[in-house]
């Protein structure tokens, strides 16, 4: 039992901290934030921020896959769920796509956020758009065409827009790739 209060209280924290620091990092940037910023925002100390991540990279990383790694099992169950391919495809691009903007659209530094994560974790910006790439052409054959919906879907980011309009955007590129 103390192992399972222990584990969750863990969980808990590392929460805590990325949340804080996803604060942090779309108000003042990624350079301007510092630990002491993410622990004062956690309200945690900085020991504590250290026993969980090992620097400000290893939070941002660590955030990246936070912000994405409970959607993808969703996104599975949408896959393997009823509907029409059009139907599959925006559901899986509001839990990948649209959602994820709604936590960082209206930020003063959003698109410093986006510039950070291909710059300084191409890595980690990776492997999300290979999953991404992995659920689009689920639904989206072949490849190339999988490949032009995303490039599309990325274009529809290009001015910052808010979430409704994201969304509109959306259904409308789908209703061109599935009539």
């Known amino acids: 039992m103390a192992d399972s209060s222990g584990e ?7 929460k805590a901290i ?10 003042f940037g990624y ?9 004062q925002r956690a309200n945690l100390s ?28 969703r996104a599975d169950q949408v896959l393997a ?11 899986v691009y509001e839990l990948l796509y649209v959602e994820p903007w ?7 530094m959003v698109a410093e956020f986006y510039e950070v994560c291909s710059r300084l974790f191409p890595e980690v910006d990776s492997k999300h758009e290979r999953l991404r790439l992995k659920y689009t052409q689920a639904l989206l054959e072949p490849k190339e065409i999988a ?8 274009g529809l980011l290009s001015d910052l827009p808010p979430v ?7 259904q409308l590129l789908a209703e061109r790739f599935l009539p």
């Not at 969750?8 to 590392?14: K, S």
């Not at 709604?102 to 930020?107: N, V």
């Not at 409704?164 to 959306?170: Q, S």
Request: net charge positive.
């Open 8 to 14: 969750a209280r863990d969980a808990l924290r590392r």
């Open 18 to 27: 990325l949340e804080a620091a996803r604060g942090c990092f779309l108000q």
């Open 31 to 39: 350079a301007k934030t510092s630990l002491d910023d993410i622990a």
């Open 46 to 73: 900085r020991t504590l921020i250290y026993k969980k991540f090992k620097n400000k990279e290893d939070i941002f990383s660590g955030l990246l896959d936070f912000m994405f790694e409970e959607r993808y099992p």
């Open 81 to 91: 769920g009823p509907g029409s391919r059009r139907d599959k495809l925006l559901q």
């Open 102 to 108: 709604g936590e960082l659209a209206g930020t003063p």
């Open 147 to 154: 490949e032009l919906f995303m490039l599309a879907a990325d």
């Open 164 to 170: 409704r309009t994201l969304r509109r955007r959306l």
